[in-house]
């Protein structure tokens, strides 16, 4: 029987303004005890049913907003929260909570957004009456059904036409429906015609250039080290700044150290080194028994920071930048969360640059590149909308499925785009 618990490696939730670990399993069943870190606060406030909270402030300070009335607190403090009084908290803080009971499913009412941690947000947040929670439970079960049947279909039948238009029916459910949550799931050279692209389009580039680079949501570091590794290979005469942005303080740690192991899945959840092979992983790592740590040639001038992809304050900091990349994030947002953060990295780009964006809504990404004028790139687009299996194979039951590209819709050229040129400054401006 363990009497000694530590934290485990993977945070057990988390939200944009926090991560959590829950302790345990404890042997008392009506208990339940967390650490959490927050970096800005409780994403919502919160009614709870039936258990009381309790946080304990280990270090940092921040203030617990309980009633309407806000309480400061620090080091030290001790806040208790009993059932059904609103509540939620901002800072920079790290906290030990305790539950009793355990948290259990309809416990929690989120009664609206946090403002120090969500602005903007138009929608409250998902919890919602108990009809809605029904209604959603049912289609969710729905749509899991036909995934395992839509999994058995073979080509020849899922691309018939009236298969397909089920699968897009389908889609839209899981779009309006799913759960959306972020992921730090990633791969090491996930996408290579995207990788081929970036190639090319830092081919004409003049001799000794400098060359600015922002990947964003770059979880542990996989994708920013294959772009980095993908450039250095061809044009080591280039100065290469790239930033490698990311909310996760978490993730950016482990990506700015660089060093992962080989047997043990890393946060991710991903085995990240699935699409390498050999010759690569020795072309990239250096290598000692089960880790294997990325060569200093590919790290240098990477610069790591967390930040949100979907705050103004983020693209003030990086300044214009010749390739922004921003995959598979946007997808895990609100729509219209989605569509904000889009216009907003938008800004980064200079003018004549390059966006590559995938993982998204395609209504949105098309939308938002229609209204700002971007001009969709066909080189590569067939192979790199085909470039990443995992999201391919999330269609049409999960609502970050990439849709099979269809060559029968008149605006397929602009639909499936997925790197852009951005011609003008203007071009980048909501
Ligand atoms: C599914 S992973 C994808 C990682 C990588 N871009 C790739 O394609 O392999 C999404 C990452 O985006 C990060 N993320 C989510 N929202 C973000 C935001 N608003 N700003 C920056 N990073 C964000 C998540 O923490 C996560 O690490």
Known sequence: ?????????????????????????????????????SDKGHDTFTVSKRATRVYYVIDGSGYFTISDQRYDVSRGALVEIPPKVEYSYSGKMKLIAVSKPRCFEGNDRFTRWNPDVIQGEVLPPANAESWEIFGRRLINRYVRLNRRLWRRLPASISNLRPVHSYGELLYGLARRYGDRAQNLGTFFLRNRPQLELIRRLIDQRAENDTLKVAVLGCSIGAEAYSIAWTIRSVRPDLKLILHAVEISRRAVELGQCGRYSLVRPPLTGTDIFERM???????????????????????????????????????????LQDIVVANNFLCHMHPLMAEKSLRNIAHLVCPQGYLLVSGIDLEIRTKVAADLGWHPLQELLEESHEGDPSMRALWPWHYAGLEPLNKRREDWKRRYAAAFQLLSREGGVD
Do not use: C, N
Request: glycine share 8%.
């Open 1 to 37: 029987m363990p009497y000694v618990h530590s934290v485990p490696a993977l945070p057990s939730f988390d939200g944009k303004g926090l991560f959590g670990f829950v302790l345990g399993p404890l042997q008392e069943k009506d208990l339940e005890i967390y650490y959490i870190e």
């Open 277 to 319: 092979s050999e010759i690569e992983i020795t072309d990239m790592f250096d290598r000692e028994d089960e880790f294997v740590t990325v060569k200093s040639w590919i790290r240098e001038g990477i610069k790591w920071q967390v930040g949100d992809a979907a705050e103004r304050k983020t693209v003030d900091t990086l300044g």
